[in-house]
């Protein structure tokens, strides 16, 4: 008999994006004339850059002629890739990583889910709350947690609350745990790291000898060129922390899936007889196994982000993206709602009004105004009381989702 993996009975509801997928639908049934705004999941709108298209086209030619065709790639991504991620998006900030350091994957989601599998099941870990919901399901289903409890806390997982208080970008806790999830610019509270937060944050990690998950997905969103992009550009960072960065948002990849995750070599585990042992290593091994590198198209189409004009054409982007969020923050703000994040972050994080729950500040958004957002609660007990919007529409859908809100 196959016994099922019984952690996944620990798991509380669907995945939040499908459920919240389930419930629009079942509205738009119900409701067919309903004209619907979504600014719910984290998705981008924007046709992928021409320079981009360019790169797929001459890519897809090469790969139909006897000299350009390409077979299996080598796992850790082509060169030309690697080596543009080092210069752009490091050593232009001052950053020396090795290109043994980068391992390129089709998404950022897939790297925050998978890189659990190279940590021992008894380590201990903490997520700021609320978080990207797949920190916590993934280590849920690899064992790694107890059950859950009626507020929605799982045993063994430490939650260091983000609150209004905080700006939502917690310091790190008083007692040591093995490995800390930390998101910045913040998915979904829209808020962002100061160098003092991530100093603070090394400085903890090194003291305990734990590990840094450093998610920065939004990096390119970040518009004061003082605040750090990178976990790396911490000094002592390269010592704890492991970073996963992804196009999809800067570069409009969602479905074309490119991303990819920096291990320095220096990031070291322990084993059970004491030796360490580098986890660059660990999942260069698990990377080789279980993954066959991102399409050849696909990398071309990711490097071609990193010339001038790709530089330019997705800036562009992220510029129409910021602006949306702009007018969201302001919109929602002068009609009394307090708003959050949206200046470094394509995500408004609302207090939800008169005290409703999330999910029936949910309800009513999307049965009064026809704007789809995200229950916070969806992303962790702590995320009760809010409401995420997302930035990623037309100008036009976000300036209608502000006047039906506003109207409500
Ligand atoms: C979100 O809406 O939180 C994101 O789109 C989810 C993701 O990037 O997987």
Request: contains cysteine; aromatic residues 10%.
């Amino acid at each position: 008999m196959a016994r099922i993996n019984e952690n996944f009975n620990k798991l509380t509801a669907g995945y939040l994006f499908p459920e919240i997928g389930r419930r629009v639908s079942a509205y738009a049934d119900a409701n067919p004339d309903a004209d619907l705004i979504r600014l719910g999941i984290g998705d981008v709108t924007l046709p992928l850059a021409p320079v981009v298209v360019a790169a797929m086209r001459d890519a897809v030619d090469e790969m139909g002629t006897d000299k350009g065709f390409r077979g299996y790639g080598p796992e850790n991504g082509y060169d030309f890739l690697v080596d543009a991620i080092l210069e752009h998006d490091f050593r232009s900030r001052g950053i020396e990583l090795a290109a043994s350091e980068i391992f390129v994957s089709d998404g950022s989601k897939q790297d925050s889910g998978n890189i659990q599998e190279i940590f021992g099941t008894d380590c201990t870990l903490l997520v700021t709350d609320p978080s990207y919901p797949v920190y916590v399901d993934t280590n849920v289903m690899a064992g790694r947690t107890g059950p859950v409890d009626d507020r929605g806390y799982y045993r063994g997982i430490t939650y260091l609350p983000a609150t209004e208080e905080n700006g939502f970008m917690p310091g790190p806790p008083s007692e040591a745990v093995d490995l800390a999830y930390l998101c910045s610019p913040n998915n979904p509270t829209g808020a962002v790291a100061t160098r003092e937060n991530l100093e603070a944050w090394v400085s903890w990690a090194k003291d305990c000898d734990a590990v840094i998950l450093f998610d920065a997905a939004y990096d390119a969103f970040i518009q004061d060129e003082t605040l750090p992009r990178s976990i790396f550009e911490i000094a002592g960072a390269k010592d704890c922390a492991i970073e996963m960065r992804s196009f999809s948002k800067r570069a409009g990849f969602t479905g074309v899936r490119c991303a990819y995750m920096v291990i320095p070599e220096t990031v070291m585990g322990t084993t059970e007889s004491g030796e360490r042992v580098s986890f660059n290593q660990l999942w260069g091994r698990r990377h080789a196994t279980k993954f066959n590198s991102v399409p050849y198209v696909i990398q071309r189409a990711a490097a071609a982000t990193y010339t001038p004009e790709g530089r330019e054409q997705t800036a562009e982007q992220v510029r129409h993206y910021m602006k949306n969020a702009e007018l969201l923050r302001k919109g929602l703000a002068d009609a009394k709602f307090t708003v959050f994040g949206g200046e470094h972050a394509p995500y408004i994080w609302m207090r939800t009004p008169d005290g409703q729950s999330s999910w029936d500040c949910f309800d009513s958004m999307l049965s009064r105004a026809k704007v789809v957002g995200t229950p916070g609660s969806g992303f962790g007990p702590s995320g009760e009381g809010y409401f995420r919007i997302s930035a990623f529409n037309s100008r036009e859908n976000v300036e209608e989702a502000i006047r039906r809100i506003t109207a409500m």
